[in-house]
């Protein structure tokens, strides 16, 4: 199993990203039913969830990122998501996706995020 994590880049404050992953030998009855998420490591901290949505649909944010973020997945393509917007500097970090199936946990490479004016 890969997964290919992409979109990352460097933005001013308040600009968006779309962070894009998809996994790669999965198969589609395993991952469908699977949760999918996004965490995020800061230089010197540890990594933290920041969102994360189940196979039945159910979303899950951090509080720092609620009403700005949007995780979305598409199981025909086995693809999840990530809509930033209204970015901070304190959403700086490396963004990596991790996906959790009933026969183990993967986590992509990350990609990097910075905002910076």
């Known amino acids: 199993v890969q997964l290919q994590a992409s979109g990352g880049g460097s933005v001013q404050p308040g600009g968006s990203l779309r962070l894009s992953c998809r996994a790669t030998r999965m198969i589609t009855s395993t991952f469908n039913p699977s949760t999918v998420a996004w965490y995020r490591q800061a230089p010197g901290e540890q990594r933290d969830l920041v969102a994360e949505i189940s196979g039945g649909g159910t979303k899950n944010y951090a509080e720092s990122v609620k009403a700005r973020f949007t995780i979305s997945r598409d199981n025909s393509r086995k693809m999840v998501y990530l809509q930033m917007n209204d970015l901070e500097p304190a959403d700086t970090a490396v963004y990596y996706c991790?996906?959790?199936?009933?026969?183990?946990?993967?986590w992509g490479q990350g990609t990097q995020v910075t905002v910076s004016s």
């Open positions: 991790y996906v959790r199936t009933r026969y183990g946990d993967y």
